[in-house]
């Protein structure tokens, strides 16, 4: 019962064209339709958070400019890509979507080869079709983020490996190799699986009598070419020994402090905004440290952070591991940028009826790795990938978009699995059909059950919709968006802070003290005073009490939270304020001195700084 490894038969080679050319239209249309879909969300033409900065970064290389001093914060493939296609098609986001529909059809096609490669025809058009019609991937490829482009070169770079295996020869080690190192730079946490191909490559050649070491040795080695001049731009332009970007640190912290919840992407104490947290972020290292750091000296006092907490917790730290292990695992699209579910479903109708999820997937491709095992050695690329990948996930934190290229070999798994399942059924084997069928149905259920402690799509969705309306200065709109947010997920920072302020923005800055200030003390008690968002809620809360005409009492809160979290920029600058009503000029500018030392982003500061100085 066990599929044949042999490549497919050269007399169907038409037939099975015929299917893939329909398997690659079928993904082109769904991407295309989902993406026309999408013109309708406010985030279409106005991206946020990280389709911010990769738009922002791409139109910036267009034009020349520098876009962030230092060496790469974040791997560039992706945003030369993005760049590539601004630089021909003008800086609109419509058309590189668009394109990015063809990237999808090359994951499929990609899919199709490895499956066809190690399996009968069958699995690889099944293995195809999950891949054109899974939802969480079709709308990835309309997102302006790294997954777009990393899962195809992941792809290839699992392709040309089992190629080099077949064939171990110098220009099939050679292609393998590059195309793991294209792969690491849109994704480094890829090169963590190099050294295993590259060790089951030379185990493989071995076993079928070939002289694989050489091979074997090459692909790593040739893993290199594409990344050394990365690195050495980041040495000569960017000043700073850094291998492909400097991020890992900074991830590794977020994922792994006292309370990190394992998905939320903020480093501990600082704003919520992209750049906003970046500076933060940094200022808090320089802090630490006495002294101004290199990027790569950044990234190293958050690692020593994150192993410091671990080293000193570490029954806390194996079991948020072990959490972020289950979240990884669980049928929710986590997203640190936009909720996946929520803006895929709400805009695009044939995503909201389209059953191929996470948790079918994950079932399916169960069975698959159990059957995949009676050929473990020649199969690993294919679930070696998803082991190591999952892990190197969780060793930071998970969400949606990081978890998203595994979804491809899951679907390999799947493939093998509805095969094995047709032909069980085709012989009328009841009982294999029945073990099958309880282990696919046991995943899918364990795999739906959500943890309490995520909140619901709707509530995310919701409120990053109240956001869009705040920021078009649509407060009424927000406020009911807000609410609404509230009422599907119950108390949070992100969502209280928002209505606050779109409350404030309406005309009614007695709710929004009200609220700022009940959601302050209920956040901090349930949560901790360093809970994700309280930073910007703690400032509001200063600020509202000025504008309410409280100003010594707004100086009192200020010192109080100062006090215990000294440095933190929203709450300094609105002490600046109540120093500026009550008088103290010269405290207001003391503040904001040591305010634009953390934060020279912060425009508003600036500003004030430059008018109470002249």
């Given amino acids: 019962m066990c599929p044949s490894p042999k490549p497919s038969d050269p007399s169907r080679v038409s037939t099975q064209g015929r299917v893939l050319v329909f398997l690659g239209l079928l993904a082109l249309v769904l991407r295309v339709i989902h993406v026309l879909a999408l013109q309708e969300s406010p985030y279409f033409d106005s991206p946020a958070m990280d389709e911010a900065y990769h738009a922002d970064w791409a139109r910036a290389l267009v034009a020349g400019e520098t876009f962030q001093e230092g060496p790469f914060f974040r791997a560039p493939l992706y945003i030369w890509f993005l760049a590539g296609m601004q630089k021909v098609f003008g800086a609109g986001l419509l058309v590189p979507r668009l394109l990015q529909?063809?990237?999808?059809?090359?994951?499929?096609?990609?899919?199709?080869?490895?499956?066809?490669?190690?399996?009968?025809?069958?699995?690889?058009?099944?293995?195809?079709?999950?891949?054109?019609?899974?939802?969480?991937?079709?709308?990835?490829?309309?997102?302006?983020?790294?997954?777009?482009?990393?899962?195809?070169?992941n792809l290839l770079a699992i392709l040309l490996s089992l190629r080099a295996a077949r064939q171990p020869t110098t220009r099939t080690g050679l292609l393998a190799g590059l195309a793991w190192g294209v792969a690491s730079l849109a994704?480094?946490?890829?090169?963590?699986?190099?050294?295993?191909?590259?060790?089951?490559?030379?185990?493989s050649a071995r076993a079928?009598?070939?002289a694989g070491t050489r091979v074997a040795l090459l692909l790593a080695a040739s893993t290199l070419i594409p990344i050394l001049p990365v690195t050495a731009y980041n040495r000569v332009v960017g000043g700073d020994w850094v291998l492909i970007s400097s991020q890992a640190g900074v991830n590794l912290w977020i994922g792994n402090n006292a309370v990190s919840d394992g998905s939320t992407a903020i480093v501990p104490g600082t704003r919520g905004g992209w750049w906003e947290g970046f500076y933060d972020a940094v200022?808090?290292?320089?802090?630490?440290?006495?002294?101004?750091?290199?990027?790569?000296?950044?990234?190293?006092?958050?690692?020593?952070?994150?192993?410091?907490?671990?080293?000193?917790?570490?029954g806390a730290a194996l079991r948020h591991t072990l959490w972020k292990l289950r979240l990884f695992w669980t049928d929710a699209e986590l997203g640190n940028n936009l909720d996946v579910a929520f803006f895929a479903q709400h805009f695009d109708p044939l995503v909201r009826w389209n059953p191929i999820g996470f948790d079918l997937i994950a079932g399916l491709a169960a069975l698959g790795l159990v059957l995949c095992m009676r050929r473990s050695r020649e199969t690993f690329p294919v679930w070696g990938f998803v082991g190591v990948y999952c892990l190197s996930v969780v060793g930071f934190f998970v969400c949606s978009r990081f978890r998203a290229p595994i979804l491809p070999l899951l679907c390999v798994l799947s493939g093998l699995s509805l095969e094995w399942l047709w032909l069980c059924l085709r012989e009328r084997d009841w009982g294999k059909v029945s073990g099958g069928a309880v282990l696919v149905l046991t995943v899918v259920w364990l795999t739906h059950l959500r943890p309490a402690a995520i909140?619901?799509?709707?509530?995310?969705g919701n409120m990053q919709l109240a956001q869009a309306a705040a920021d078009a200065g649509e407060h009424?709109?927000?406020?009911?968006?807000?609410?609404?947010?509230?009422?599907?997920g119950g108390e949070n920072a992100q969502v209280l802070y928002g209505l606050a302020r779109s409350c404030r923005a309406s005309g009614d800055g007695?709710?929004?003290?009200?609220?700022?200030?009940?959601?302050?003390?209920?956040?901090?008690?349930?949560?901790?005073?360093?809970?994700?968002?309280?930073?910007?809620?703690?400032?509001?809360?200063?600020a509202l009490l000025v504008e309410s005409g409280q100003a010594q009492q707004a100086l009192d809160r200020a010192d109080e939270f100062l006090g215990v979290f000294p440095g933190e920029v929203p709450v300094l600058y609105a002490r600046a304020l109540a120093r500026e009503v009550t008088g103290d000029?010269?405290?207001?500018?003391?503040?904001?001195?040591?305010?634009?030392?953390?934060?020279?982003?912060?425009?508003?500061?600036?500003d004030m700084y430059e008018r109470l100085s002249r």
């Fill in 101 to 153: 529909a063809l990237l999808g059809v090359a994951t499929t096609v990609l899919t199709h080869r490895i499956a066809s490669s190690l399996f009968r025809p069958l699995v690889a058009h099944l293995s195809a079709f999950l891949v054109a019609t899974s939802w969480v991937l079709v709308h990835f490829d309309s997102q302006l983020l790294i997954p777009t482009l990393a899962i195809p070169a």
């Fill in 187 to 203: 994704r480094p946490n890829v090169l963590l699986f190099v050294p295993f191909v590259a060790i089951w490559l030379q185990r």
């Fill in 208 to 210: 079928s009598g070939k």
């Fill in 283 to 314: 200022a808090l290292a320089e802090g630490a440290e006495g002294r101004s750091l290199a990027p790569s000296e950044v990234s190293s006092h958050y690692v020593g952070q994150a192993l410091d907490w671990m080293a000193r917790e570490p």
């Fill in 455 to 460: 909140r619901p799509s709707a509530a995310v």
């Fill in 476 to 488: 009424g709109e927000a406020v009911v968006l807000f609410e609404r947010a509230l009422d599907a």
């Fill in 510 to 542: 007695a709710r929004a003290l009200r609220l700022v200030a009940e959601s302050v003390e209920s956040i901090s008690r349930l949560a901790g005073p360093r809970a994700p968002g309280l930073t910007e809620l703690r400032g509001l809360w200063v």
């Fill in 585 to 606: 000029q010269a405290g207001a500018l003391e503040d904001l001195r040591q305010l634009l030392q953390a934060a020279p982003d912060l425009m508003v500061a600036r």
